[in-house]
């Protein structure tokens, strides 16, 4: 294995992070101090350059040892104080009272070049009080799932924690089947705060922190909310509606989270937790990948209201804030707190329906064109055809109709739809010449809503099947690809490619 990244200055002229640490500011409660654990012969196996000059890390001190001591934790940045966050979350529909970071570490803050502050977290760094019984570890294979995957959905358009960097550690960690190479992730991420960070404070019973707590959200994430004459209420409303559009992202491009625990839900609304989440190919919206999840609650037609039943924790474990001066009991903030949970499947649709707006090249919904998409779905049910790539064959027909030059190769090569779709095509393109707004940039909007290629899961799993065997070439080109999803070119037919039946993945597993 090779670091990709070398530096050719000394690590003198090189700039360290500049790590801050405001959450620790807080409350003690809500975190343990933790070094990581050392590990024996740490490798960068990817740096991501280009997040890093983002947040102002120099690139070439993250490839520098001094760099990468500190992403293994071999080695401790100046103004680094990291520490383990506790949280508590509904799992599957249980309340676990304390989870917490049980295989990860906050190593600080950064200020990005936007003036955004983002957290810096190791994961895989080892054992820390939340470990329960499991060993602090991460094989490599979750590393680059989440390497890859949450790669991708940023640059799919959706909100997700980024990866900075992925490392062998030198060590095996002991699994089920034996013993595996080790890894550890550097994850970025607009916080780490999560619902179940809220709950976790709510049974404290302490309204001063849970006060403090939520001030802290508003300032870092929705620091509009703190003009309104409620601002908690503004700010779950806030947090409401962010969480519908990022639910309304993977529902239009077939990304399936499979473990909505409110543990893994954020008050920032990115995309977190990359465990078994996958890629539906066929459209069947019962889609379930997750081995863990028995009852199929996390099916892709089911994310829409599990977020909603998310929610809905959340604004329990808000409420308390919810209450105005003069009200004598909670019951006012409860209707309050009803009525904006109320308005999710509506807030939802509506971004659903400019999501697939965008799909389908139109320059809004209108109420008929409901009918038309919902046929499209069913019709791709029926005939049990690849979401991606049915989407993306319209815009090779949208690209004739606009008379615009292809923006890459066509997929007529590698996909056409069955001609039971012809009288639907009939339909759209019908639809698609009546709209008002000129059709080259529709057409240009469908080009970054309908993505050639997406981390199907058969490429993952090879990328990782390779990894272990001491092959890193794989998960290299399937990165270089998907940092350009939209992109086509027929030589890439083989990352666009639905799965076989030799080569399907049908369940994922956590895995670590
Ligand atoms: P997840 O929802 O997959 O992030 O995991 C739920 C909880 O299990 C979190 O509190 C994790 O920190 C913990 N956990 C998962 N894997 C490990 C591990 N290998 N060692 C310690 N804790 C873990
Ligand atoms: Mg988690």
């Not at 620790?24 to 809500?30: I, M």
């Not at 979350?89 to 917490?100: E, K």
């Not at 920032?268 to 997750?290: K, L």
Request: overall charge negative.
């Amino acid at each position: 294995m090779v670091a990709r990244q070398t530096s050719d200055e000394s690590p003198n002229t090189m700039r360290p992070i500049p790590f801050d640490n405001s959450y620790q500011t807080l409350a003690d409660s809500l975190f343990h101090r933790q070094q990581a654990e050392p590990v024996s012969a740490p490798q960068a196996l990817l740096i991501n350059t280009g997040l890093a000059e983002a947040l102002n890390i120099d690139s070439k001190w993250l490839a520098s040892p001094a760099g990468i001591g500190v992403l293994s934790g071999n080695g401790l940045a100046a103004g680094s104080q990291p520490i383990a966050c506790v949280y508590a979350g509904h799992q599957f529909g249980n309340y676990n009272p304390q989870l917490g970071d049980g295989r990860a570490l906050l190593l600080g803050e950064v200020i990005d070049r936007q003036g955004q502050r983002k957290d810096i977290q190791l994961k895989g760094s080892g054992r820390t009080p939340y470990s329960r019984g499991g060993d602090g570890r991460s094989p490599l294979g979750p590393v680059i799932r989440e390497y890859l995957l949450s790669e991708a959905m940023h640059r799919l358009g959706v909100p997700s924690t980024r990866a900075l960097a992925a490392l062998a550690t030198g060590d095996p960690v002991f699994r089920e089947h034996g013993p595996l190479p080790g890894g550890i992730l550097c994850r970025v991420a607009s916080s780490h705060l999560r619902v179940g960070t809220v709950q976790f404070v709510a049974a404290q019973q302490d309204p001063e922190l849970l006060q403090q707590l939520m001030d802290y959200v508003i300032d870092r994430h929705y620091p509009v909310c703190k003009q309104s004459e409620s601002p908690y209420e503004a700010l779950f409303n806030a947090i409401l509606n962010a969480q519908a559009t990022l639910i309304s992202r993977w529902q239009a491009l077939g990304f399936i989270h499979g473990v909505m625990n409110t543990d893994n839900m954020l008050l920032c609304a990115e995309t977190i937790d990359y465990g078994p989440c996958a890629f539906m190919e066929a459209y069947h919206p019962g889609t379930v990948f997750s081995s863990i999840d028995q009852q199929g609650r996390s099916a892709y037609g089911n994310q829409p209201a599990i977020a909603q039943w998310n929610l809905v924790q959340l604004a329990q474990a808000m409420l308390t804030l919810m209450q105005r001066p003069g009200e004598p009991d909670l019951k006012p903030a409860v209707q309050r707190a009803q009525d904006t949970l109320n308005t999710f499947p509506d807030t939802f649709l509506q971004a659903y329906r400019q999501r697939m707006a965008e799909k389908l090249g139109f320059s809004h919904i209108n109420d008929d064109d409901e009918a038309l998409y919902h046929d499209f779905l069913a019709l791709l049910e029926e005939h049990d055809c690849d979401f991606t790539l049915s989407f993306r064959s319209l815009n090779d027909r949208a690209a004739v109709l606009a008379n615009c030059e292809r923006g890459g190769d066509s997929i007529a090569g590698l996909f056409q739809l069955p001609n039971a779709f012809a009288p639907w095509l009939e339909r759209w393109q019908q639809r698609f010449n009546a709209d008002a707004t000129p059709a080259e940039q529709r057409y240009l909007t469908m080009q970054k809503a309908n993505p050639v290629f997406i981390p199907r899961n058969h490429l993952v799993e090879n990328a990782i099947e390779k990894a272990y065997e001491g092959d890193m070439s794989v998960f290299f080109a399937l990165q270089t690809r998907l940092q350009a999803p939209f992109e086509y070119q027929c030589d890439a037919a083989e990352f666009a490619a639905p799965a076989t039946d030799g080569n399907r993945v049908t369940a994922t597993f956590c895995g670590t």
